[in-house]
């Protein structure tokens, strides 16, 4: 991610790949909790560093990845300090408690606004997009099946300008990503 070169991080910059790899960083770090040095807690801090990381790049996928690391060293934590008969009884009764918030939040609708899968929730649930990033990213997706089952051999390397649109479904309300076909005809 760092270079000594005259470019901020190198030939590639990406937040994806910087949240990715902070949180994966940061949860190998807990490793560090079954030592037996007395600033073994210190590494508790690694976890915490990758999410305050995912959260300033705002990238969703490692938003989603984080939640889930995060339960499963909490249940990894609770099984090596508690007797096993206890980690059961708090990792089950910590499942119960986040299926229900899971439930709730997605009959309520709150979970189309504060999570990056609520997106997609929505879009089934509605048919339309909360923002217009995800509705780019559906179109691009669309289009590229779209070629594919156009031509299967060809569409891997459909590249050219003018061939994209072709293949494009129609979209209304949104930038074009590319001029379209039915506008010159």
């Known amino acids: 991610m760092f270079s000594c070169s005259d470019r901020r991080a190198g030939p590639v910059n990406n937040p994806i790949h910087l949240a990715a790899l902070g949180l994966a960083l940061g949860f190998v770090s807990l490793i560090g909790i079954w030592g037996t040095g007395r600033l073994r807690a210190i590494f508790l801090l690694g976890p915490l560093l990758g999410i305050v990381t995912v959260y300033l790049t ?7 990845a984080a939640a889930q690391m995060l339960l499963v060293a909490a249940a990894a934590v609770c099984f090596s300090r508690l ?9 089950g009764s910590g499942m119960v408690i986040i299926a229900a918030i899971v439930v709730l939040f997605s009959v309520t609708g709150v979970a189309d606004e504060l ?5 997609i929730l929505s879009l089934l649930r509605t ?3 909360s ?3 995800t509705a780019e990213r559906l179109i691009m997706y669309q289009s590229a099946f779209n070629a594919f089952l156009a031509s299967p051999s060809w569409a891997t390397v459909c590249s ?6 072709l293949h494009m479904p129609p979209v209304r309300g949104l930038p074009a ?3 379209s076909p039915q506008r010159h005809r």
């Not at 007797?83 to 990792?91: D, E, G, K, L, S």
């Not at 050219?160 to 649109?165: F, H, I, M, Y």
């Open 131 to 133: 923002d217009t990033s």
């Open 160 to 165: 050219t300008t003018r061939q994209r649109p």
């Open 83 to 91: 007797p096993t008969r206890t980690a059961r009884r708090v990792v």
């Open 177 to 179: 990503l590319y001029p």
């Open 58 to 64: 705002g990238s969703r996928g490692p938003t989603v």
């Open 115 to 119: 999570t990056p899968t609520g997106k």
């Open 127 to 129: 048919g339309v997009t």
